[in-house]
């Protein structure tokens, strides 16, 4: 018999069960088991990691960092030396800038700050889904506004939803997992018309062809979200951090992340990729050319639709079943995502865009498949 708190507990915990959570894919182990095959075969094109910087040089800068810190003590100066590179690389005020354990848990910080039980968030559908589990955490609401069919916002939807109790908008441009860029027109007039606090979610903005980051200086109400887990290869190591105005930067650096949220391992390798920029500019080059031809190569195969993107990824639709195609992908160590029905498209996957020789292998089996 377990002696517990009794009602209060499992009223809770029934209560959490319901709460949205991250859906985590199988791991290249957990696939390579099933098949029989060394994990090193695994093509893994699911979670849009940017695969074209060496990972040989990434060693060589993590030996550098090793040796410059002393992994013994807190961090020292170590946040405020990756502040001034974000500073220099974006052209922003350094006391702008907060930093936080992936973009992820900046989401959560302005969630935790800024969304009480009665409030309201709205964003587009589909989207980035962190939010909205954030906001149901928090008691909120989540009002999410369909793309239209060009997966451009719906402005009209948009303001019409900006009622008295919306209190936060959130926008991912380059959107996720529909990989085009929001106009700009419709961005900036979604951000002069909402009073609450818009967060801009520019974490593929290196591969997209704008950004809006500089507007911050005009909006006050304005977080714009950057991340190092896409073009600077830094997924495994959790950085992101925000820019907005010096005193709301202050807000979420200081009033909801725990000490010391970001290693200062983490940290250094942050400053040495922005002191290594050229290497950075180089893969996403590199990472473009090869996304104009998967693109080009996916819309070439009878039964698939692949669409135009601003991003790391590739969106597809197919004329089988999502769920076939995805199945028959795994059985040949090939991961992608899958989305299936997203608005008027019934069968969608997405797929990150890999090396060369990754993606001759996605190609040939969806060939294959589809013949």
């Known amino acids: 018999m377990t002696i517990g708190s009794g009602k209060w507990l499992k009223k809770k915990l029934k209560e959490l069960q319901l709460v949205e959570s991250y859906h985590r894919e199988l791991t290249n182990e957990t696939v390579a088991k099933q098949l029989g095959i060394p994990p090193s075969e695994i093509i893994k094109l699911n979670y849009n990691e940017n695969l074209f910087i060496p990972r040989a040089k990434l060693v060589e800068l993590m030996r550098e960092v090793a040796e410059e810190c002393d992994l013994r003590i807190y961090p020292q100066e170590e946040e405020n030396r990756l502040k001034e590179q974000i500073s220099i690389y974006l052209d922003v005020p350094a006391d702008c800038v907060a930093v936080g354990n992936g973009s992820d848990e900046l989401i959560d910080r302005i969630a935790r700050l800024f969304l009480e039980k009665g409030d309201k968030a709205v964003s587009v559908a589909p989207t980035f889904p962190v939010l909205r589990q954030c906001v149901q955490r928090q008691g909120a609401e989540y009002t999410a506004v369909p793309l239209l069919s060009n997966f451009e916002p719906d402005v009209k939807g948009l303001a019409d939803a900006f009622t008295a109790d919306a209190k936060l908008l959130y926008l991912c441009s380059p959107n996720n997992p529909t990989a085009n860029q929001f106009s700009k027109s419709a961005v900036t007039g979604l951000i002069a018309k909402f009073s609450g606090l818009v967060v801009l979610d520019e974490a593929y903005a290196e591969y997209a062809d704008y950004s809006l980051v500089q507007l911050v200086e005009k909006y006050d109400n304005l977080v714009v979200l950057r991340t190092f887990s896409k073009a600077f290869g830094l997924a495994g190591l959790r950085l992101g951090y925000a820019v907005a105005s010096a005193p709301l930067a202050k807000v979420l650096a200081e009033k909801a992340a ?77 991961l992608i995502k899958k989305f299936g029905k997203l608005l008027h498209l019934e069968n969608c996957l997405r797929t990150t865009v890999g090396l060369p020789e990754m993606n001759i292998k996605l190609l040939g089996a969806l060939e294959e498949i589809f013949r």
């Open 258 to 334: 725990l000490p010391f949220p970001v290693s200062v391992f983490t940290l250094g390798m942050g400053r040495k990729l922005l002191e290594n920029r050229s290497m950075v500019e180089k893969s996403v080059e590199e990472l473009k050319a090869e996304r104009g031809k998967l693109v080009q190569r996916l819309n070439a195969i009878s039964g698939i639709e692949a669409f135009d993107s601003k991003t790391d990824f590739v969106l597809f639709n197919t004329a089988k079943p999502f769920e076939e195609v995805y199945e028959k992908l795994q059985r040949q160590g090939i």
